[in-house]
């Protein structure tokens, strides 16, 4: 919920959230939308605007304000000046609109105050895959009147001697079986988490648990689980898993059952090393672990970078992008452009390979 200085809560924020919760979304993002719902609330409050009537130049200004006001220092030690980047305002500001249109529909915002949010456009290129219907009625679109133009810096994405780095710095089983398992399968961070013992099917012939998928698998389901961790697929899938992987969850076993309070847990992820001990794992002890492993190995390390680096290596290696596809769980091929990542070698080849034919050519 979101509340204000005494500790009132705002109804009309707070319904937005339960509205969130109610179409599925996932606990953290609900937490990260009421964190942004909460700054615009404030921002409002502090200024003197009624937030749910702001004019089209005061959301302009609070645009400005996003990117011009310092964010609090990282820590009581810090002393950087530190400001929001213009990618970031962009998500606060898509999340806002949401929150007014979602009071549009309730009847809390005039509708006149959302339709100065968007307006028509054009597109005249065309993302990959992307379907303009029959008629090309689906060519125009609504685009945001308020936005800051941002360049694409491109989806960061971790080379195999960067993740083997990683696994020499990483020296707890755990921790090395959760990264080789993102790497090998591709799966979100958010599926990794919610993973029980029951979706660990190592074995060579698994009818044992029901299961006529031959070949050591995991598989990924979407449930509630006591972590908060959710798979984003609505839809049930299995994934093959590398000897390597099996190997690194046998050391993880052995690793677990030294710590008693991790018994009675059935799920796969589960805290060893701190309190409390035998809890399942957090987006948060997650994001520890691999912000520690970054600065040991000297550059940017993220679980999601894992997936692109699996989604990379399938493509890569040949595998038809229907299966990396269905591997990734994504319902559009679409969606798979963004994971698809040539390399500096990918790169100087097609360009050599030009000149050489350029070469012959003329010959």
């Known amino acids: 919920m979101i509340v204000d200085e005494t500790y009132t809560i705002h109804t009309e924020g707070s319904a937005y959230l339960a509205g969130l919760r109610a179409a599925d979304r996932s606990p953290n993002t609900e937490r ?15 200024v003197g605007i009624d937030w749910c009537r702001p004019t089209f130049l005061e959301l302009g200004r609070f645009a400005q304000w996003l990117i011009t006001e310092p964010l609090p220092p990282r820590g009581p030690r810090s002393t950087a000046v530190r400001f929001r980047t213009k990618k970031s305002a962009n998500a606060v500001l898509t999340t806002v609109f949401e929150f007014l249109r979602f009071g549009t ?53 971790l080379a195999d001697a960067q993740i083997e780095r990683l696994l020499e710095l990483t020296p707890r089983a755990r921790d090395r079986f959760l990264m080789a398992l993102l790497r090998c399968t591709g799966i979100r961070i958010g599926e990794g988490l919610g993973l029980r013992r029951e979706d660990m099917h190592f074995l060579t012939r698994s009818e044992i648990f029901g299961c006529q998928i031959t070949g050591p698998h995991v598989h990924v389901r979407r449930r509630l689980n006591p972590n908060g961790a959710l798979a984003k697929s609505a839809y049930s899938r299995w994934i093959p898993v590398t000897e390597q992987v099996v190997g690194l969850y046998a050391d993880y076993q052995y690793e677990r059952d030294q710590v008693a309070a991790a018994e009675v847990s059935d799920m796969v992820f589960v805290n060893l090393f701190r309190a409390p001990l035998g809890r399942p794992m957090t987006y948060h002890n997650a994001k520890d672990l691999f912000d520690r492993l970054a600065r040991r190995a000297g550059f940017a390390a993220r679980p999601h970078m894992l997936r692109h680096s699996a989604a990379t290596s399938w493509i890569r290696s040949g595998v038809p992008e229907d299966v990396a596809q269905h591997l990734m769980g994504h319902v559009s091929r679409s969606s798979m452009q963004p994971y698809l990542h040539p390399t500096e070698g990918d790169m100087r080849e097609a360009v050599e390979s030009t000149a050489r034919r350029t070469r012959e050519a003329r010959r």
């Open 32 to 46: 990260v939308y009421a964190s942004r719902v909460a700054l615009y609330l404030t921002y409002c409050m502090t």
């Open 105 to 157: 529909a309730h009847g809390w915002v005039p509708a006149d105050v959302v339709d100065r949010l968007s307006d028509q456009k054009y597109l005249s290129f065309l993302p990959p895959g992307y379907d303009v219907g029959e008629d090309a009625q689906y060519r125009t679109v609504n685009g945001r009147t308020i936005k800051f133009l941002v360049a694409d810096d491109g989806i960061e994405w």
